[in-house]
């Protein structure tokens, strides 16, 4: 019955999702960046070289990847942007019933997600990386929450660390954030679980591998097709001449749904942050900073363009 219930979430959020996809405008421009990005990588150009790309490029492989097997159109990574925001949904359903929410209550913060973001229902790197944070997220959390014994196992923490290695190629700024905070994730949950030094020690080295192997390939990769120079110049030294802004300020004067939010936010952080350090060891306060630790690798998304 279980299995069934959680199926039945599953297609639930998936069909809402596709209409979702299905029906937005092409008004918001990020579609067709992302669709010829992807489009040009399936046609056989080399990203960096043959084309200009200002983030590392596993959204746009993946993109470019369904586009070779389904045809070179537009509904490709809006189907696949909806199965990115359908589990997305899962996982945020799956983090609620964890946290000791009842079924209805756990459906409200993905029903929130999908109409906030309605707009973006497509394959890119953004909510891919917000999934894969996700996905760590719970990892910590349920290993801190006493299911222990596979995150206790270096091989699951390589595939973590991949994951977080997954999250750099997707888009280098957000991605290593988000690979900075799983370590420290890792770190943290070791020291709650009461691991020796040398426990925790194997368990941060089997991450940092995971981290480093989708790395090291892209790094090959660059190497043998010549296009290091070209990386290098665009998504790292190009960042520097990135020059628009957008301030949290001017985000919070575009309406009172901004202003609430850009107001209710940092209020929200710093009584979870009070709350969570006063109760740190126990296990309430430790799942509220486990939390904000993973909340915070995505506040580099506020700079230099705070937007929704």
């Not at 405008?25 to 669709?35: P, S």
């Not at 389904?70 to 696949?80: P, R």
């Not at 192997?213 to 665009?234: E, K, N, V």
């Not at 957008?246 to 004067?253: E, N, R």
Request: net charge positive.
């Amino acid at each position: 019955m279980k299995y069934i219930k959680k199926h039945a979430v599953f297609i639930f959020f998936l069909i809402e999702a596709l209409v979702i996809g299905f029906f937005q405008t092409l008004g918001n421009t990020d579609k067709l960046w992302n669709y010829v990005f992807a489009e040009n990588i399936a046609s056989g150009l080399l990203p960096y070289r043959d084309f200009n790309l200002l983030q590392t490029p596993f959204s746009c492989l993946v993109n470019a990847l369904f586009l070779t097997i389904f045809g070179h159109h537009v509904v490709v990574i809006e189907i696949l942007g909806s199965v990115l925001f359908t589990l997305i949904c899962m996982r945020l359903y799956g983090l609620c019933r964890e946290l000791g929410a009842t079924r209805v209550a756990s459906m409200i913060i993905p029903q929130v997600f999908l109409y906030l973001f309605c707009y973006n229902v497509f394959f890119e790197y953004s909510c891919l990386i917000l999934f894969l944070q996700l996905c760590l997220l719970s990892a910590d959390l349920i290993a801190l929450r006493g299911q222990k014994k596979l995150w206790d196992r270096p091989l699951y923490q390589i595939a973590l660390g991949v994951a977080a290695g997954l999250a750099i190629l997707s888009k280098q700024t957000y991605g290593v954030f988000v690979a900075g905070v799983s370590w420290l994730g890792c770190l943290y949950t070791s020291v709650c679980l009461k691991k020796t030094k040398k426990e925790t020690g194997v368990l941060l080295s089997a991450r940092t591998a995971g981290i480093l192997i989708p790395c090291l390939c892209f790094l090959f990769y660059l190497l043998i097709t010549g296009t290091f120079a070209d990386f290098w110049d665009m998504a790292v030294a190009g960042i520097s001449t990135f020059t628009s802004k957008y301030s949290y300020q001017k985000l919070a004067q575009e309406g009172w749904g901004e202003m609430a939010a850009c107001v209710g936010a940092p209020i929200l952080i710093f009584v979870s942050l009070s709350s969570g350090g006063r109760r740190r060891k126990e296990l309430y306060g430790q799942t509220l900073l486990v939390i904000l630790l993973y909340g915070a690798g995505g506040l580099i998304n506020l700079y230099p363009l705070a937007n929704s």
